[in-house]
């Protein structure tokens, strides 16, 4: 069983940066691949960023490529998303998700077998 817990959004101006921050339990977690997803109101919850568990693999949608950046650091258990130029369109609940396992996608939600709470970004314009 995998816990995950997000934390780093908030309200910031567009243009400026957030840096978000899933922390898991559990000791097999730093196999999983993990994403990001966005959701905001009114829509379906879309995928943002993931990273294999090596950290040398990375994917993004293409709406935020080249303005965020997605890590994580196996010894503490943690994934990052680093967002800069932020947009007001950016404005979303950020979940952070787990896949248990390798499969083969890691850009679509039904690869994800375990989900955080969500950590609200709001980008004013």
């Known amino acids: 069983q995998v816990q995950l817990v997000e934390s780093g959004g908030g309200l910031v101006q567009a243009g400026g940066s957030l840096r978000l921050s899933c922390a898991a339990s559990?000791?097999?977690?730093?196999?999983?691949?993990t994403g990001w997803f966005r959701q905001a109101p009114g829509k379906e919850r879309e995928f943002v960023a993931a990273i294999r568990w090596s950290g040398s693999i990375t994917y993004y949608a293409d709406s935020v490529k080249g303005r965020f950046t997605i890590s994580r650091d196996n010894a503490k258990n943690t994934v990052y998303l680093q967002m800069s130029s932020l947009k007001p369109e950016d404005t979303a609940v950020y979940y952070c998700?787990?896949?248990?396992?390798?499969?083969?996608?890691?850009?679509?939600?039904?690869?994800?077998?375990?989900w955080g709470q969500g950590t609200q970004v709001t980008v004013s314009s």
């Open positions: 998700a787990a896949a248990q396992g390798s499969p083969y996608s890691i850009t679509s939600r039904s690869d994800y077998d375990y």
């Open positions: 559990g000791r097999t977690f730093t196999r999983y691949p």
